[in-house]
């Protein structure tokens, strides 16, 4: 028994030993993984660089860097996937573990062997072929000098002339400077977006590839450099073809220079027969060729320039992005803060600092105005060159306030970016100029600028709204910032949001200021100020027909409000910053007020007053709050008949909602409202709500026990409310409920027993709600569930509950992008 019980305990010490040992590669493989993922980051480009370089390398050297280059692009990829992995899935990272040794082995024994190899006989080479040239170059010297002592040279030819040295050093120094000249973009800002590109081109395998931006950011001066560069002409054996389309080209003409060049530059015409082949198998011999298609402006135009050709690779660039055809889209960055003082500077003084004598300051509010884009730069620079300082100080007023500085500004920048807005179609247009409400340099909420759009123009609706703002960001008009989950139907207002360069802002703004104060579409503010403008006070006499008014002052009391008329005004836009704003008196003056949107940038919720004003909006559909104290909602003092639309934003609530009747109200979005902590009684008397958005109210722990009454709701929002710990059993009478979102409520500890009577239900998102470790029976007799998002530990129940079920397991996501507002 004794030696029984000493091989037991001598086995139990090693299995311990060896759970020891395992744990501890578990926690320190994440260290691996950082040091493996620099390691080949650092190796990889050099690798890609020898690979790529424009030399012919033996066919074995070729093999040995390819299948090194593709063990690298593994190991990256496995360092990236143990980054992500849990420390606690002992069992993959142990596998994780075991996959990096194997990579460490492979790259080690390749640098340990062959790559010594490599080095012996790159020097061998060079040693032989330094020897040949020293020959040649010595020959050379020789008949040199021979020739210079046949000849007269002295330091001037005749009376007073130019010694041909003193010649040849001036016309050296003249072509310095005219390069520098042509390549001033790339030295200012372009050479990371040229190194981009190039591995863009010279290391995929992709035939079409693209580089897109907006108008005036360097597009054009990229891939000039591009084409220019010797690596690439060297890897293209210089067969690059460089062709302008432009917005009205002459198609067969272009395709048929395009087919001659690759063909071996045979002159075609238009009319010529072009050859019927199947390039991609009766291209025996391929040449490694290069057609560049500049200023694109439609995919029609470019699909018949497109030929499947192996070896030959199609460069396109537009402002606008054709993600059908180029798989591969660089978007051209715009400046640094330093890179666009530098190119400013040789715009306005000829060279790349601020000379002493010039104002600092000013010419740095003038740059900032610019906002980094090359073509400001450039056009503002030099219509500014060699005027009076009293100009540039206007100039940035001007400029300050999205107004054009004079006629060579107008042409040349406002006129060229204008040119990105007059290709679209008049609601795709009109949908654009909208965009100058709002203020510079925020991001602007994607159920705002949707609902604007809706109540603003004939047939659209919200997907038509959706589906324009995927076209303005392909054109690279808008910005769309989002997540993960854009494109799902299910998306909140916070998923996704936009932002537009602040150029593009002033066009804008530009295009909508043409005509009379009192006649135009939009009257908009384009920067904050301490008042309104003066010039809407003279013209206040006569009634304003703007559909769309947007005001964006500090602090507001009643002196600072004057009587205005806008008999046609459907949206008002009031973005403000303080502590408490008075609404402005003349909103009863909008009798056909659809939508109000109310935005503080202070840093504090604001008190509103005059709220009363409202009462008599009888058409108010919409209705956004943010970072407001929120006054009672009640019938008495707030039009109800005809509101679709909620939404109160990082708002205090203070039981304004108690109250709150509103029969028509078909969505409800709460957010950010830290001093929530019950969802009134009242809401659910709202029988036609469809949507209930309650996300990021950290401290709100009750749902009403009456949610069954909102028979009509579709989505049930509840994103992010940590203290909230069940959900009502009457939940799960909601005959119509589509969507249901419960992810991050981390102290959810179940879902209601019944739920498999939500016979609708088609999606559930319960991401970290890590107090979830089992599920209720009735999940399995859910009909409709199509898709679950959910954390790895629970995904294991949801598919065995219902086999056939798309459960999606997500990764862990912290997003404080609000707070950059």
């Known amino acids: 028994m004794a030696v029984a019980d000493f091989f037991a305990g001598e086995i139990i010490t090693e299995l311990l030993k060896n759970l020891i040992a395992i744990s501890k590669k578990s926690w320190q493989f994440k260290d691996s993984a950082n040091g493996l993922k620099d390691s080949i980051e650092q190796l990889l480009p050099i690798i890609q660089e020898i690979k790529y370089s424009g030399v012919e390398l033996p066919a074995i050297r070729q093999f040995q860097l390819d299948r090194i280059s593709e063990t690298l692009r593994k190991g990256h990829e496995l360092a990236h996937k143990v980054l992500l992995s849990s420390r606690y899935n002992i069992y993959k990272n142990l596998q994780y573990a075991r996959k990096m040794e194997t990579i460490e082995k492979t790259v080690a024994k390749f640098i340990q062997g062959p790559l010594q190899a490599h080095i012996l006989a790159d020097v061998h080479h060079i040693r032989f072929q330094t020897t040949e040239r020293f020959d040649r170059l010595e020959g050379s010297s020789y008949r040199l000098e021979q020739t210079l002592g046949a000849m007269k040279i002295g330091a001037c030819s005749g009376g007073g002339g130019v010694s041909w040295v003193e010649e040849a050093v001036r016309r050296v120094e003249e072509e310095g400077r005219m390069q520098w000249e042509s390549s001033s973009e790339l030295v200012l800002g372009l050479g990371f977006g040229l190194k981009k590109v190039k591995e863009m081109v010279l290391g995929t395998d992709d035939l079409f590839v693209g580089i897109s931006g907006i108008g005036g950011s360097g597009k054009t001066t990229l891939v000039k450099e591009l084409i220019k560069d010797d690596h690439v002409r060297s890897y293209f054996g210089e067969r690059i073809l460089f062709l302008t389309v432009s917005q009205s080209p002459d198609t067969e003409d ?406 709150s009747v509103f029969p028509r109200l078909l969505e409800l979005t709460i957010d950010h409202c830290d001093d929530l902590f019950e969802l009134p009684a009242s809401i659910c008397w709202m029988h036609m709500l469809n949507n209930l958005s309650i996300t990021n109210c950290h401290h709100l722990w009750q749902l009403p026990v009456d949610l069954s009454k909102l028979k009509s709701l579709q989505i049930l929002r509840l994103y992010a409310c940590p203290y909230l710990q069940k959900l009502p059993p009457d939940i799960c009478e909601l005959c119509c409920l589509k969507y249901l979102n419960i992810s991050q409520c981390c102290s959810l500890r179940g879902l209601p027993l019944d739920i498999g009577k939500l016979a609708s239900l088609e999606k559930i998102d319960m991401r970290e709600c890590s107090q979830i470790r089992n599920l209720p029976n009735s999940t399995a007799a859910l009909p409709s569930l199509g898709r679950v998002v959910c954390d790895e530990e629970i995904s294991w129940f949801w598919k065995k509950a219902l086999p056939d079920l798309h459960v999606q397991v997500a990764e862990k996501r912290f997003d404080l992008d609000w707070l950059d507002e």
């Open 254 to 659: 272009l395709k048929a220079k395009i087919l001659g060049f690759i063909m071996g530059n045979q002159v075609l015409s238009p009319s010529s027969v072009l050859p019927q082949m199947n390039f991609q198998f009766e291209w025996r011999n391929p040449t490694k060729t290069l057609v560049v298609l500049d200023d694109v402006w439609s995919l029609s135009t470019l699909q018949p320039l497109l030929f499947n050709i192996p070896g030959c690779k199609t460069l396109v660039v537009s402002r606008f992005k054709f993600q059908t055809v180029t798989k591969t889209t660089y978007d051209v960055e715009l400046l640094g803060e330093d890179e666009a003082v530098s190119l400013f500077c040789h715009s306005a003084f000829g060279q790349k600092f601020i000379p002493p004598g010039a104002d600092k300051k000013l010419v740095k509010q003038i740059v900032d105005e610019c906002k980094r884009l090359p073509l400001a730069l450039k056009v503002i620079g030099s219509s500014l060159r060699d005027q009076p300082e009293m100009i540039w100080a206007n100039a940035s007023k001007r400029l300050s306030r999205g107004e054009s500085i004079g006629e060579s500004h107008e042409n040349n920048l406002l006129d060229r970016m204008a040119i990105s807005v007059k290709c679209l179609s008049p609601r795709v247009r009109e949908c654009f100029l909208d965009l100058g409400a709002f203020p510079e340099d925020k991001k602007i909420p994607l159920d705002v600028l949707i609902n604007i759009w809706v109540e603003t123009h004939d047939h659209i609706d919200e997907e038509q709204a959706f589906a324009i703002l995927h076209e303005l960001s392909d054109k690279n008009l808008v910005t769309l910032v989002k997540d993960a989950r854009d494109g799902d139907i299910y998306s909140s207002c916070y998923d996704i949001s936009v932002t537009q360069h602040d150029v593009l802002r002033d066009l804008a703004l530009h295009l909508s200021n043409n005509g009379s104060v009192n006649q135009r579409s939009r009257l908009l503010m384009p920067r904050r100020e301490i008042e309104l403008p003066r010039e809407w006070d003279r013209h206040s006499d006569e009634p304003f027909q703007a559909r769309i008014v947007s005001i964006h002052t500090g602090e507001m009391t009643e002196m600072d409000w004057f009587e205005m008329e806008f008999p046609k005004a459907e949206v008002l836009i009031l973005n403000f910053a303080s502590n408490e704003y008075l609404l402005p008196p003349f909103i009863r003056n909008m009798p056909k007020l659809k939508a109000l949107i109310l935005i503080n940038y202070s840093a504090f919720n604001a008190i509103l007053h005059g709220f009363s004003v409202l009462s008599n909006l009888g058409n108010l559909r919409s209705l956004w709050l943010e970072k407001v104290s929120v006054p009672p909602l009640s019938p008495a003092t707030f039009p109800s008949k005809k509101l679709r639309k909620i939404s109160l934003i990082l708002c205090k609530i203070n039981n304004s909602l108690d109250q």
